[in-house]
């Protein structure tokens, strides 16, 4: 790939996917590096399928030879789909890991929220009932994501979690999950990794569950005589409604069985969530468990944090690039080119002093080539 004339956009893909192995046997008539930038400003621009990626290299063909191996001009449609469906997933992740660290700070006392996603669209041709799922790890401050990994499912949350987050850099960090995260594999892999956990305990633990949610009624219902808790209250009111929280931490050592059977556990919460509206006052409880100290407030932060990974990360997903829609049927290149969605969906979200939303700086990438390459070029030195 040529980037010797001033075009920084093309060493995004240079400097971080030039290892990526090409899978191609017999001699290609277009680099690999090449047709992954293509994906890429494609994505960046709206284009997002295998015709309309096509249809976009052919629309900037001339802006694209200013910096790109172009032998025999741009791909076709079937050569961008074939490629990314060789090209293999694990070896492109670690390819975007490298990506993601030159544009990471450090994530010491940042939440890292753990969280699972079907891409409905993406299947299998033969089988309508198996559609993509990719666990994300998500650092909600950075709004960065820190890998992903394919999964079987909800059911493979666990196990998919547990792999991507052995690859990264997490000392400091504060890892949460729903209670499909809440498995006795996590939390010392998390801890290995020299971070932290906070994790949602529900009926899925059995007799954990229970265990815990017994002490917390007994408390209570003491007003929490001989028991040294730490509370706070907020209460968020709008939409019509109100929304009062109550978040309670206490030492895990209060809870002596827990202790010996749940690693590097040292504090147990409760959330207690309290929502009025005209129609109705709802109340529920919600329990967790945590490696980090019994201070309510840093705990009660990573707990409504971690939500940031549905908000920042899957609904502007399915909103802003309606991943929901993609006919991508080969699950390999789906899987792929999510990665680079993800990409795409970052740099745009980076983009100092913009006022306007996600879709908008889509077509304004479309639109202006100077302002395309600005995005490109982020996190570039």
């Known amino acids: 790939m040529e980037t010797t004339n001033g075009e920084p956009g093309a060493l995004l893909v240079a400097q971080h996917f030039a290892m990526l192995p090409d899978p191609r046997q017999?001699?290609?008539q277009h680099p690999l590096l090449s047709i992954v930038f293509i994906v890429l400003a494609a994505q960046l621009c709206g284009a997002e399928g295998w015709d309309a990626m096509a249809a976009f290299a052919r629309a900037k063909q001339e802006w694209l030879a200013g910096f790109l191996e172009l032998p025999k001009g741009v791909p076709s449609a079937d050569t961008l789909r074939r490629v990314m469906a060789a090209v293999e997933p694990p070896a492109f992740a670690a390819c975007f890991r490298a990506w993601v660290e030159a544009?990471?700070?450090?994530?010491?006392?940042?939440?890292s929220a753990v969280d699972g996603k079907?891409?409905?669209g993406a299947y299998e041709a033969a089988s309508r009932?198996?559609?993509l799922y990719l666990v994300h790890v998500w650092a909600t401050e950075q709004r960065l994501l820190l890998g992903q990994q394919a999964v079987g499912g909800a059911p493979g949350e666990s196990p998919g979690a547990e792999a991507v987050l052995k690859l990264l850099a997490l000392h400091g960090a504060v890892v949460t999950g729903d209670a499909n995260l809440c498995t006795k594999r996590i939390a010392p892999t998390v801890v290995a990794q020299g971070?932290?956990?906070v994790v949602a305990l529900k009926g899925n633990r059995g007799a954990m569950h229970t265990h815990v949610q017994q002490f917390w009624r007994v408390a209570a219902a003491q007003d929490f005589a001989g028991v040294t808790v730490r509370g706070m209250r907020r209460l968020n009111p709008g939409h019509g409604r109100s929304e009062e929280r109550r978040s309670f931490a206490?030492?895990?050592t209060k809870l002596p069985p827990l202790v010996q059977r749940w690693p590097g556990v040292a504090s147990v919460i409760l959330v207690e969530r309290v929502r009025h509206t005209a129609e109705r006052t709802q109340q529920a409880w919600h329990y967790y468990l945590s490696s980090l100290p019994p201070k309510v407030s840093t705990l009660h932060h990573a707990i409504r944090q971690h939500w940031r990974v549905e908000n920042d990360l899957h609904w502007c997903l399915d909103v802003s690039f309606r991943e929901d829609h993609c006919r991508i049927r080969d699950l390999r290149a789906a899987e792929n080119v999510a990665l680079v969605r993800r990409m795409a969906l970052q740099l745009l979200k980076r983009q100092p002093g913009e006022r306007v939303g996600v879709p908008i700086r889509r077509l304004r990438a479309g639109w202006d080539n100077a302002y395309l390459v600005q995005v490109l070029?982020?996190?570039l030195t």
């Open 377 to 379: 070029s982020t996190g």
């Open 129 to 131: 009932t198996t559609p």
């Open 195 to 197: 971070a932290d956990y």
């Open 26 to 28: 017999r001699l290609p």
């Open 118 to 120: 079907a891409i409905k």
């Open 250 to 252: 206490v030492a895990a």
């Open 103 to 111: 544009l990471a700070s450090a994530l010491k006392g940042e939440v």
